[in-house]
C-alpha cells in the first residue's frame, strides 16, 4: 500500500515522495487511517519505527482547509519527554511543512532555555511540542489556553512516567477538554502506562510493531573482551583503522562521557559529549554537527540518547555496557533504523562478562566475545 491510498492529499504525498519514504512502515499503515478517521489510538512501537511521522502527517493533513489560528489557544498539544526527542518531532513537522498549502504553526517548548523567547512565538500556534514541566509553567503565565484542544498526543509515554512526570501529566489533563483525540505511543506496557491509558483512551485502535520489526536482524554486532584500562586504546584503535567519521557512543554516567571526550580531543579525534548537564545550546549544537556529519563523534548518556534519531547512522560503540537488556537493545537501535543496515561494537570487561551473558540471552541472540589480549593496538 502506498502513502496515497492511507488517506493523505496529494501536498503531503508529493512532500513524503521529495524525502525518498517509498512506501509506509507497518505503524504508519495503521496509525495513519486511524487518525484521520479521529479514533483514538494506542501504539506500541519503539523509537525507529516510523512512529514519529505516523501521527505527525495525518495531524498536518487534519489541519488542511482550516482557517489560520489567531489566538493563544492551542488545538494540537504533542507531550514528549525530553528536550531532545521535542526538537525532533518539531524537525520533523517543519520537513513535511515545506510542501503543504495551509502550513502549520509549530513551536517546541521544553525547560533549561529562557521561556520568555518560547512565550513571544505562541500566538497563532496550531501544534506546540511540550516537555510536561515548560508546559505547565507556560499555562501558570496563561501564556496559552488549552480549553479549545481537538487532539493531544503523549508521545514515549512510559519515558514520561518513568522520568517522575506523573503528577505534571495528571494536572495536565486536568486542564484539558473532556473531548477531544487521544494518541499514546509507548515502548512497552507497564503498570503505570495502562493505568494512564485506561483513564486517557477511549476505544482506542490498538497498533503494536514488535521490537524485532524494528533493528535486531538489520544490525551487525561485535563484541571485545578488553580490559578497563585499554578501553581507551582499543576505541581509538578501531576507530582510526575502520576510519569511521560518524559514531555514536555510549557510557553509564556524565563523568565518564566527559573524560573519554577529552581523551578523544587529546589524540586528535573530533568528539563532544552529550549529557544532562551540558546546557541545553551545547546539546543542540553538538546533535546539529553530529547530524550535518560535521562531528565524529558523539559521547552520550542513556538518557540523552533517547532523544537521538539520525537516518542511517553507522555506527554504534557501547563503551560500558547498559543496566538493563532493553536499555542494550534501545543503544544498539539508533542505527540500523527502519530498513537501514548497521553495526554495533561492544566493550566489555571480565567484570561484565556475565551481565554481558545476560543481555545475550535477553536478546535471543548470541555475539562472539572476541579477545584483545594479543591484538596490536
Known amino acids: 500500500m502506498t502513502f496515497s491510498e492511507l488517506g493523505l492529499s ?163 489533563l486536568s486542564r484539558l477538554p473532556s473531548k477531544r483525540q487521544n494518541i499514546l505511543f509507548s515502548a512497552t506496557m507497564e503498570d503505570s502506562v495502562l493505568t494512564l491509558i485506561d483513564k486517557l483512551l ?60 577529552t581523551k578523544l580531543i587529546k589524540h586528535g579525534i573530533q568528539a563532544m559529549a552529550f549529557h544532562g548537564d551540558k546546557s541545553q545550546g551545547g546539546r543542540t549544537e553538538a546533535l546539529k554537527q553530529f547530524k550535518a556529519g560535521k562531528l565524529r563523534v558523539l559521547v552520550a548518556t542513556d538518557l540523552a540518547g533517547r532523544g537521538i534519531d539520525i537516518k542511517e547512522l553507522p555506527i554504534v560503540v557501547n563503551f560500558e555496557l547498559p543496566r538493563s537488556p532493553k536499555d542494550y537493545i534501545h543503544r544498539i537501535g539508533r542505527t540500523g533504523r527502519a530498513g537501514s543496515a548497521g553495526s554495533a561494537f561492544s566493550l566489555i570487561t571480565e567484570e561484565e562478562r556475565h551481565h554481558w551473558k545476560v543481555i545475550q540471552k535477553k536478546m535471543k541472540r548470541w555475539v562472539e566475545l572476541i579477545e584483545t589480549e594479543k591484538m596490536d593496538f
Open 202 to 261: 477511549k476505544n482506542p485502535v490498538r497498533i503494536e510493531i514488535k521490537p524485532e520489526e524494528i533493528t535486531p536482524d538489520l544490525i551487525e554486532q561485535t563484541a571485545y573482551l578488553v580490559s578497563t584500562e585499554k578501553k581507551g586504546p582499543l576505541l581509538r584503535h578501531l576507530i582510526q583503522t575502520n576510519k569511521w567519521e560518524q559514531v555514536l557512543i555510549f557510557t553509564s554516567s556524565k563523568r565518564v562521557a566527559d573524560n573519554l571526550t
Open 10 to 172: 496529494a501536498d503531503l504525498v508529493s512532500a513524503i515522495q521529495k524525502l525518498a519514504y517509498s512506501h509506509p512502515y507497518p505503524v504508519q499503515l495503521e496509525a495513519i487511517p486511524a487518525i484521520l478517521q479521529k479514533n483514538d489510538v494506542l501504539g506500541i512501537a519503539q523509537t525507529g519505527s516510523g512512529k514519529t511521522a505516523a501521527y505527525v502527517l495525518p495531524i498536518l493533513e487534519s489541519l488542511q482547509g482550516k482557517s489560520i489560528n489567531k489566538s493563544r489557544s492551542i488545538p494540537i498539544l504533542i507531550l514528549v519527554p525530553t528536550r531532545e526527542l521535542a526538537a525532533q518531532v518539531f524537525e520533523v513537522i517543519q520537513t513535511f511543512n515545506t510542501s503543504i498549502q495551509r502550513k502549520a504553526k509549530s513551536i517546541a517548548v521544553y525547560g533549561g532555555v529562557s521561556i520568555n523567547p518560547q512565550m513571544m512565538k505562541l500566538n497563532g500556534t496550531d501544534i506546540l511540542v511540550a516537555t510536561p514541566g515548560r508546559l505547565l509553567d507556560l499555562l501558570s503565565k496563561n501564556a496559552i489556553s488549552l480549553a479549545q484542544l481537538e487532539t493531544l498526543v503523549l508521545d514515549e509515554a512510559d519515558k514520561v512516567l518513568n522520568l517522575g512526570f506523573k503528577e505534571e501529566v495528571d494536572e495536565i
